[in-house]
């Protein structure tokens, strides 16, 4: 496969990533109200009525991620081809990739579990409670950290490599420290789910965690998806469809 069908193949699968991301989206909007997690009877009623969607969510999490794990290699190519001297920085970010894309599927393990502790009579709530409890961090601070160093990293060596245009690293940057702005909510004492900056709060674990990340993967999709002709290093601009080849 030649570096082209790698771009093409790589950028609509962070398209692709993106699009099953916002399908996803509502059905957890849909699940009702959180209970507190002190409530071990209504966690378990919670995990019990919204069994189906919770698995479906999770099956659609490892498509995301295997779309994600695409698009990271392509990526990490391109800045390899463009500049060989930024392929370390291309592999740190790659490895950090999948470090995030585990961590995620950790993280959707222990959610599948509080549906199969729910659905396997007696349930038991302190179980429950356990699950969720070990998954708020890896959902929240910890993938934040994470798809920070991410996009910081992909950014600069992007840009730097003379792989993408510089517009991507700034677009990489903001994400990155949008990213960075929610992950001290692992130190606010008091949990709450329908709260917004808390450990367990939807501004981590839902806008901040889904949203910084979503634009800068459509911005360098799209990109390499218009991409033509070799990888070139430097300082020149990429060459595009549509634009003059000489």
Not at 209 to 220: N, R, T, Y
Request: hydrophobic share 55%.
């Amino acid at each position: 496969m030649n570096d082209v069908k790698v771009r093409r193949w790589s950028g609509a699968a962070g398209l692709a990533a993106i699009a099953l991301f916002f399908m996803e989206f509502p059905f957890y909007l849909v699940r009702g109200t959180f209970p507190p997690v002190t409530e071990t009877l209504k966690l378990t009623e919670f995990a019990a009525r919204n069994a189906t969607n919770i698995m479906i969510c999770v099956f659609w999490d490892f498509l995301i991620l295997t779309m994600v794990t695409v698009f990271a290699a392509g990526l990490q190519d391109l800045i390899r081809r463009a500049d060989p001297r930024m392929e370390w920085i291309g592999i740190l970010f790659f490895g950090v990739s999948l470090v995030y894309v585990t961590l995620t599927l950790i993280a959707d393990s222990l959610q599948a579990a509080t549906v199969v502790d729910a659905l396997t009579p007696p349930a038991d709530g302190s179980i429950l409670r356990s699950l969720w409890e070990s998954a708020y961090l890896m959902y929240g601070s910890v993938a934040l950290f994470l798809m920070a160093v991410m996009m910081a990293v992909a950014g600069y060596a992007g840009v730097a490599s003379g792989a993408l245009p510089s517009f991507t690293g700034w677009i990489g940057y903001a994400g990155a420290l949008s990213c960075l702005a929610f992950v001290p909510s692992m130190f606010v004492k008091h949990v709450d789910p329908s709260g917004f900056y808390n450990p367990a709060g939807w501004g981590p674990t839902a806008i901040a965690s889904g949203f910084p990340l979503a634009v800068w993967m459509i911005s360098d999709s799209i990109i390499m998806l218009r991409m033509s002709g070799p990888a070139m290093g430097g300082t020149r601009e990429p060459s595009f469809h549509g634009r003059d080849q000489a």
